[in-house]
């Protein structure tokens, strides 16, 4: 490297701020237009698109939701820095995908629902549902200022983008198209960034891996260095990333999120029908595999490139989540235009999370706070108000929560471990209820609580003892004997500070992130048994159906304690109707046994919507 970051920083011309400015005014543009010309938004229409949607931009949203500027920026500088091995967390999503298909997205479907915590309250109780949706909204809330401010910071050092004017701008931009343009807009705009996103990293991937001689030069630098190392059968948990933590941690982590999670579950919703679904998850699976090669191999070639002169010893950036921004200044830096367009790749990416995020917030407060509790009788046109006025207020909430995220680190393994710490617990309580039907409220309740108790408990713990030196992450070795026209000034961080050794950590805070979601699902399945066992199991009797995974029926006949599933439960909604009805002579207008014997994900709604 010969030059300066003030010298790249002036590369990024007033072509490039237009490249940028074209891509946040398209994505205004779409919001105005579905806000102000399209039909009149009720309540459905803004939060749910009127379940009117088509599998292209649903797909496309899917993607872009939650992985947006963390795969761009987190993952490149995770290969650079502890080598390729975490490109194998690609194939859980051949786990994942399924099983969201197949497992867990039937029940919503069946059920017809706008809110995930409404199952909790059908299942289990309206206190588990109120902790589930509580829980969710403070992750979100910080997981979105990690997600805004984490690429504005990255970007402001490398190409001179003020920190906060590029936050003001993510906030405000996503608060106005999703505010105004409701669901449709938010799955439009999320289809352009995801477009935009992969553009921008492909592109600069491909040059990058030109300038340096092609991939056998990429290839044969990194695995001088031991960096196409991936493979690590070592059963300790402790060990940061293994097949085992990649492969089954991961397929834990990202489940809570194509499963169970809201902002998924919502666009999942949207759809015209099921089959729409199924296909828009598998388009998933295979843009998620593109997209994280790209992002993984990016890594690879971004230390091709500086092999021989770290940027982070030399004191050119501070972060390693700056090196990826600093790759593309110094490679596409003389191309006028293209380092603008990797900028509005990263800001496509965030735009993409935070409004996901945004709507999906909004229907949760409105549906299991508003709703719910504090005001059932709500007009659909009061309802609507309320939705605009929460998505404002949560993106205002997002810009203040910024100031938090200033002071923490490595955005990959944070955005994983908050995931896991707070996702976590929610996939099980969800796991609880759907593929344990003797599972009762209480034991619920019960577990989700110890789960995120003992989850902070490590995460926190963690954190702390990372900040006093006694958990320490080694990164792979990197050399600076090629740096040119530098004055080397390696950073304070890089050494070890005088004084007294710390003590060891206790041995869970040395518990891998990527086993977060893991350990926290099967916390709230072994306490919420365990309390069930104590309490009084659940009468499978009066367990509706339609909250069960389609895997319990399939096996329902070679698990115990299944007889007569569902029975009095169909037995009391048709004594119900019959209350309502002066005849029962018309089978098809009510829930029959029969429709227990079929697979789960066969219902059609009117089904559905017969109990």
């Known amino acids: 490297m010969t030059v300066s970051v003030t010298e790249l920083a002036d590369r990024f011309t007033w072509i490039d701020y237009m490249v940028f400015g074209l891509m946040l005014a398209l994505s205004a543009a779409i919001g105005i237009f579905y806000g102000c010309f399209s039909k009149k938004q009720d309540t459905k229409e803004f939060l749910m698109a009127g379940k009117s949607m088509t599998t292209f931009p649903v797909a496309m949203s899917l993607i872009a939701s939650f992985m947006s500027a963390i795969a761009l920026l987190g993952m490149p500088s995770e290969i650079y820095q502890f080598g390729a091995s975490y490109y194998l967390v690609t194939f859980c999503f051949v786990l994942v995908m399924p099983a969201a298909a197949y497992l867990f997205f039937p029940v919503f479907y069946n059920l017809q629902i706008s809110s995930t915590f409404e199952y909790l309250e059908m299942r289990f109780h309206r206190a588990v549902r109120w902790l589930g949706s509580f ?271 200033e002071r923490l680190g490595n955005i990959l393994s944070l955005s994983m471990s908050l995931l896991g710490m707070v996702g976590g617990p929610l996939l099980g309580v969800f796991t609880l209820g759907m593929f344990f039907p003797w599972a009762n409220a209480t034991g619920a309740f019960v577990g989700e609580v110890v789960s995120l108790i003992f989850m902070f408990w490590i995460g926190v713990g963690h954190h702390m003892a990372r900040s006093s030196g006694q958990i320490k992450v080694v990164a792979m070795p990197t050399s600076i004997d090629g740096c040119q026209n530098l004055t080397i000034t390696e950073p304070d961080f890089l050494y070890e500070p005088e004084g007294e050794e710390p003590g060891e950590a206790l041995a869970l805070y040395r518990l891998s992130y990527m086993w977060y979601s893991a350990t926290a699902c099967f916390t709230v399945i072994i306490v919420g048994m365990l309390v069930t066992l104590v309490t009084g199991k659940q009468d499978v009797r009066a367990v509706d159906p339609r909250c069960l995974s389609p895997a319990v029926m399939w096996f329902k006949n070679w698990l115990p304690g299944l007889n007569g599933l569902g029975e009095d439960y169909i037995d009391e909604e048709k004594l119900k109707e019959s209350k309502n009805s002066s005849s029962l002579v018309n089978t098809n207008s009510s829930f029959t046994p029969e429709m227990l014997e079929k697979t789960y994900g066969d219902y059609t709604p009117e089904e559905s919507s017969k109990l």
């Not at 388009?283 to 090669?293: A, K, P, Q, S, Y």
């Open 135 to 405: 829980v969710l909204i403070i992750q979100m809330s910080l997981y979105m200022a990690i997600v805004v401010y984490a690429p504005a910071l990255a970007l402001a050092q490398v190409t001179g983008f003020d920190v906060y004017v590029s936050v003001s701008l993510i906030c405000f931009v996503c608060i106005f198209y999703t505010t105004l343009g409701g669901m449709k807009a938010v799955l439009w705009t999320d289809a352009l960034q995801t477009l935009v996103l992969y553009a921008s990293i492909i592109f600069v991937t491909i040059k990058g891996t030109f300038d340096v001689g092609g991939f056998s030069a990429v290839w044969e630098r990194n695995a001088e260095s031991g960096r196409t190392q991936m493979i690590d059968f070592d059963l300790n948990p402790t060990t940061r990333h293994t097949v085992w933590a990649l492969v089954i941690g991961g397929y834990f982590n990202w489940i809570t999120i194509y499963g169970v999670n809201q902002a998924q579950v919502q666009r999942y919703l949207c759809l015209q029908t099921k089959q729409m679904v199924m296909k828009a998850l598998w388009i998933n699976l295979v843009g998620m595999m593109i997209l994280m090669t790209t992002c993984c191999f990016g890594g690879m070639v971004v230390y091709a490139k500086y092999y021989d002169c770290d940027p982070i010893r030399a004191g050119v950036v501070t972060k390693g989540d700056q090196l990826f921004p600093l790759f593309v200044m110094d490679t596409l830096g003389q191309w006028k235009g293209l380092p603008g367009l990797f900028v509005a790749g990263i800001f496509a990416g965030t735009l993409s999370t935070i409004s996901s995020v945004l709507n999906s917030l909004a229907a949760i407060v409105l549906e299991d706070f508003v709703k719910s509790g504090c005001y059932p009788g709500i007009s659909d046109t009061a309802s609507t108000w309320v939705s605009r006025g929460l998505c404002v207020f949560f993106g205002l909430l997002t810009f203040s929560l910024v100031f938090v995220a």
